[in-house]
T-cell receptor
Framework: RKEVEQDPGPFNVPEGATVAFNCTYS??????FFWYRQDCRKEPKLLMS???SGNEDGRFTAQLNRASQYISLLIRDSKLSDSATYLC????????????FGKGTLLTVNP | EAGVAQSPRYKIIEKRQSVAFWCNPI?????LYWYQQILGQGPKLLIQ????????DSQLPKDRFSAERLKGVDSTLKIQPAKLEDSAVYLC??????????FGPGTRLTVT
């Protein structure tokens, strides 16, 4: 089983749609969770951290279920500029802060 | 603030040749990472340095890959000899300890 698994995608949605990405992780010792965004031919950039209580940043909402080892990202009112690959990322924490990335899910928002 | 710098941005080599990539992290960042990202995959950690010491190189193919960070600042990643399956983007990232990692633009390697 892969350490971090994401919806395979790709997702094609119209502007204004709500889209949800799902992710599961295998290591129950994982401590930190993130969503990164990667534009085509660009480097990954941190979109948001994911907290146990759930957290929201504008149109983006991230949730974590430790019992199910499940992470989600919801994008509301999607914009053309949201088109990118969304990477689910997990860290075991500790002194080395190693990040383990999922394969990513490609989102295309269409006019 | 200047970001993570990498060079070259693109490299095309034939299999069995050698290649080296360079990374200059954000000033003051003690931790430096090299990742390999194959097309359609997420980045995979190859090696992590804390200052000039190796913290994790468990996924580095040590028979052909090597990396160093001699003075705790710049780092180089070398592949010798290259194989077709090494075609990928090589990303360097840096961070203060236990904080967000900042990625460089990457080096796109094509092995023919």
């Amino acid at each position: 089983r892969k350490e971090v698994e994401q919806d395979p995608g790709p997702f094609n949605v119209p502007e204004g749609a709500t889209v949800a990405f799902n992710c599961t992780y295998s290591n129950s010792a994982s401590q930190s969770f993130f969503w990164y965004r990667q534009d085509c031919r660009k480097e990954p950039k941190l979109l948001m951290s994911v907290y146990s209580s759930g957290n929201e940043d504008g149109r983006f909402t991230a949730q974590l279920n430790r019992a199910s080892q499940y992470i989600s990202l919801l994008i509301r009112d999607s914009k053309l500029s949201d088109s990118a690959t969304y990477l689910c990322v997990v860290s075991q924490g500790g002194s080395n802060y190693k990040l383990t990335f999922g394969k990513g899910t490609l989102l295309t928002v269409n006019p | 603030e200047a970001g993570v710098a990498q060079s070259p941005r693109y490299k095309i080599i034939e299999k069995r040749q050698s290649v080296a990539f360079w990374c200059n992290p954000i000033s003051g960042h003690a931790t430096l990472y090299w990742y390999q990202q194959i097309l359609g995959q997420g980045p995979k950690l190859l090696i992590q340095f804390q200052n000039n010491g190796v913290v994790d190189d468990s996924q580095l193919p040590k028979d052909r890959f090597s990396a160093e960070r001699l003075k705790g600042v710049d780092s180089t990643l070398k592949i010798q000899p290259a194989k077709l399956e090494d075609s990928a983007v090589y990303l360097c990232a840096s961070s203060p300890p236990v904080y967000e990692q900042y990625f460089g633009p990457g080096t796109r390697l094509t092995v023919t």
